[in-house]
């Protein structure tokens, strides 16, 4: 053997070509790991079902045909923002890749963004296969084609959602110690624990204005026309026992977008905060 | 400009300090072995400088690049195995050294001819296109060198290398050690392995409880031992009478008999005094098959250091 020039590689990529790099390997991830596949596989089960309960009913207009789809696509969301990010940033710690991956010329902030980029982008393509079948399927059998463009409301909602609910994947894999453990409170948050939060308020006349899962409930409410009032007084005569008087509420769009858009900006400034301070001390 | 310095290094977990005011200076071309029991600060101080943990104080330097204040620009110039890293499962060697390769900033026809290279020095060349998911720990090592190498760093950083490997593996992974050793690559090894350092150190540094106790080249650093551990096999059967023979031979301490045809003692003194305790032996008429130091060297110095401390 004779001996080299031992330089290493002089200046490294700037970061943003780190940061895509660093995502092209963890779409590579979503695609091996299968998550992808399984991803595909919930979304074909969803739409073949409501496509089987829609197709059975007499022709409706296009809007209510699409509502079917789009009151699932939170719940796609949820599904794919779980498996993409939510473990996104623990997994280096815990699988101890990040002894490979630290070591090298690249700052923490271009790891965490291309991770970030990777898992929007893998859920950003479900949501919209998602979409385009349901389009496709409620254009195909609707009786009418009006307000065909609320659909695209929908689905940019969808998007939006997508992109905030991963930031709250990313901050809960930066502190969470374990994979399993961050996967199941970042599923469980979006899934369980917020829309408990929400449903209480249903007993005031005030909105969960903040809360992120009650902003996601304009994915649906944006294919209604008119748009339903922000709150709605019920009243339900119990026999006996007088009134029981609910409140349902529903999140302007603008302020869904304006909640969607916060949650998005503050998980990922403190996700990216928490990552940049954990050291790889075990 | 020399590849590693480390100036006051302190490092603080809790009322814990793991690094004591640490300074040590690696120089180009040298091959350093880091030595520590464990817990001594050996893998910590290597976290500091591979931008792993922060330092309490004190500063590290690669290349003259400061690990704290620019670590992108210092980690461009090292390579590192620190602890057992994992990799990625669902990628392959190929595509392992060319995710890291790109990281690095090197160009595709670069990625490809080094990926060719160093998988070659590490004997991995059959294993390129599979999945690293189902490699033994031993191949997980010699694929974690490679990557450490494939840039060409000016300087490698290696956390106990050998660590966890079967004896098999170990020869393995010193002998692609001592081939790096020849390709001219400064490098900086922990280790609680003596053989395996003195065999392909040129200097060592000893640490314990996060203090640095002494530094130097290892041909020095033994020359400084002056007591030694002998073993000796002989022809005839050891029995009471022998050892009360051989006790009463000036110079021998701490005689013990090994199994049923040897014995060892300690020895004051240096090359002179061995040869002259062989005559001894010979002396009063023991048919001597073998007459050495009992383990290494390195670990008696090792050891006197670690008591001395404490």
Same mark, same amino acid.
């Given at each position: ?6 330089? &290493? ?29 399984? =991803? ?27 509502? #079917?789809?789009?009151?699932? /696509? ?29 070591? #090298? ?16 982008? /893998?859920? =950003? ?10 389009? &496709? ?79 996601? =409930? ?23 026992? &007088? ?38 001390? /075990? | ?34 030595? +520590? ?5 050996? !893998? !910590? !101080? ?58 690095? +900033? ?62 098999? +593996? ?141």
């Amino acid at each position: 053997m004779s001996e080299v020039a031992h330089t &290493g590689t002089g200046a490294a990529p700037s970061d943003m070509q780190q940061s895509l790099t660093v995502m092209k390997y963890d779409l590579l991830k979503h695609m091996r790991s299968r998550r992808l596949l399984g =991803m595909f596989a919930i979304e074909a089960i969803l739409l073949v079902l409501i496509a089987g309960l829609t197709l059975g009913e007499t022709a409706r207009p296009f809007i209510d045909t699409m509502g #079917n789809f789009a009151s699932l /696509a939170s719940t796609l969301v949820i599904i794919a923002a779980t498996l993409f990010a939510g473990d996104a940033i623990v997994s280096e710690f815990q699988g101890r890749t990040g002894y490979l991956l630290f070591p #090298n010329p690249i700052r923490r902030s271009s790891i965490f963004m291309g991770k970030f980029l990777s898992a929007t982008l /893998a859920t =950003m393509v479900v949501v919209v296969i998602y979409y385009a079948v349901a389009i &496709g399927i409620s254009a195909a059998v609707s009786s009418n084609l009006q307000n065909f463009e609320l659909a695209f409301a929908s689905l940019g909602l969808a998007l939006l959602y997508s992109v905030a609910a991963v930031g709250l994947g990313m901050l809960v894999s930066s502190f969470m110690k374990g994979s399993t453990g961050s996967l199941i409170l970042t599923f469980f948050l979006l899934f369980l624990i917020l829309p408990s939060v929400d449903s209480i308020f249903s007993l005031v006349d005030y909105p969960p204005v903040i809360s992120l899962t009650f902003a996601s =409930m304009a994915i649906t409410a944006v294919l209604r026309v008119p748009y339903p009032p922000a709150t709605d007084k019920l009243i339900i005569p119990l026999e006996g026992f &007088g009134e029981f008087v609910t409140y349902i509420h529903t999140p302007p769009v603008l302020t869904a977008v304006t909640v969607m858009i916060a949650w998005t900006l503050v998980t990922i400034v403190l996700a990216y905060f928490l990552f940049q301070r954990r050291e790889m001390s /075990a | 400009m020399e590849p590693i310095v480390i100036k006051d290094l302190v490092k603080d977990f809790g009322g814990f300090r793991a690094v004591d005011n640490l300074s040590l200076t690696v120089r180009s071309g040298t091959f350093v072995g880091f030595l +520590g029991p464990n817990g001594a600060g050996k !893998t !910590t !101080t290597i976290k500091i400088l591979t931008n792993m943990l922060r330092a309490t104080s004190g500063s590290a330097f690669l290349n003259g690049v400061d690990v704290v204040k620019d670590p992108k620009a210092a980690m461009a110039s090292l390579g590192a195995v620190v602890e057992t890293p994992e990799f990625y499962p669902y990628l392959t060697p190929n595509e392992t050294l060319a995710y890291l390769g790109e990281l690095r +900033g090197m160009s595709p026809e670069d990625i490809r001819t080094r990926t060719r290279e160093v998988l070659e020095t590490v004997k991995m060349t059959e294993w390129a296109d599979k999945r690293i998911g189902s490699f033994s720990k031993g191949m997980k090592q010699r694929i974690a060198i490679a990557q450490a190498i494939l840039h060409r760093p000016a300087v490698v950083i290696l956390d106990e290398p050998t660590s966890g490997l079967d004896p098999r +593996g170990m020869a393995e992974v010193r002998n692609i050690l001592a081939g790096l050793k020849k390709e001219g690559y400064t490098i900086f090894m922990s280790s609680h392995l003596l053989n395996e350092v003195q065999e392909v150190c040129d200097e060592v540094a000893l640490i314990d409880r996060g203090k640095l106790l002494r530094s130097g080249p290892v041909d020095a650093l033994l020359g400084s031992v002056n007591v030694h551990r002998m073993e000796v096999r002989t022809l005839q059967q050891i029995d009471g009478a022998w050892l009360n023979k051989i006790s009463q031979l000036e110079g021998v301490q701490e005689l013990r008999a090994n199994g049923a045809m040897g014995f060892s003692f300690t020895l004051t003194g240096g090359d002179q005094e061995q040869a002259e305790m062989l005559r001894k032996l010979q002396g009063i008429e023991l048919d001597v098959v073998s007459f050495r130091e009992s383990g290494v060297a390195l670990e008696n110095l090792y050891l006197s250091m670690i008591k001395e401390s404490r």
